[in-house]
């Protein structure tokens, strides 16, 4: 197995870090990958914010579904889709010029996602540990106010860095589906996505009776949450600010 395959089967989330920076070269080496990353068109349509204020990570803590963690990640990166850049030269060079709108949304939040990945297997590789923070997406119009967010700008993903505490190098990493229920060939498998609850048996190793229990905290803890109600709500929000409605 060469280093890149390596580094991603190990690879886990990191949510307590040692108390230590991580250096300037390090991080300018975590940027530059993100860089790297393939983008629609070679556009870049994302911009990277460095959170470097520890009040301003104390508020991301708390409005970022409330989670310390965030506030003692020694490098803190908020990932946006960013069309504001390219529509504004645009609208200086081109007579007719149409707004930005669902799919210019779709490319760019695809453009920030993709650099954030590199950032995160980049990191990987000089051993410091990364956690997404979904919950960015949460509570728009606070974060664009937090950021300064231009129109056509709005948050993807969050990313929390440092090097890993013992606990975490010692946590185990959760289980994943296997390749042959998640991959079909050619067409959409119904008969294969309707295994579910097998394939969750499987993953969790939960017998059969256990199940439904399982789903039922599991929906109740995610899919029916407050923060999932919220995420939705600012979600359009982002949706409509982005496209002008
Ligand atoms: C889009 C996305 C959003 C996530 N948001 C959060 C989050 O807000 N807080 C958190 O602790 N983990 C978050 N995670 C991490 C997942 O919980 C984690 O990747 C998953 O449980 C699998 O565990 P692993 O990364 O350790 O393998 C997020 C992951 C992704 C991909």
Known sequence: MNDVISFLKKRKSVRVFEDKPIGSEEKAVILDAALQAPTAGNMTLYTIIDVTDKKLKE??????????????????????????????????????????????????????????????????SLGIGSCYIGDITENFEKHRALFDLPDYVVPAC???????????????????????DIVFQNTYNKAKADNMENMLCERQNISEEKIGEYIRKFCNRKHNSDFSIEMSRSCKAMVDFFTGK
């Open 158 to 180: 969050m990313l929390c860095f440092g090097y890993p505490a013992k606990s975490q190098i010692e946590r185990q990493k959760p289980p994943r589906f296997k390749a042959q």
């Open 59 to 124: 508020t991301l803590a708390v409005t970022c579904d409330n989670q310390p963690f965030i506030a003692k990640a020694p490098l803190v990166l908020v990932f946006c889709a960013d069309y504001y850049r390219w529509i504004n030269v645009f609208r200086k060079h081109v007579d007719e010029v149409r707004s930005p709108s669902y799919g210019d949304l779709f490319l760019a939040n695809a453009d920030a996602l993709i650099a954030a990945q590199n950032a995160v297997v980049a990191a990987e």
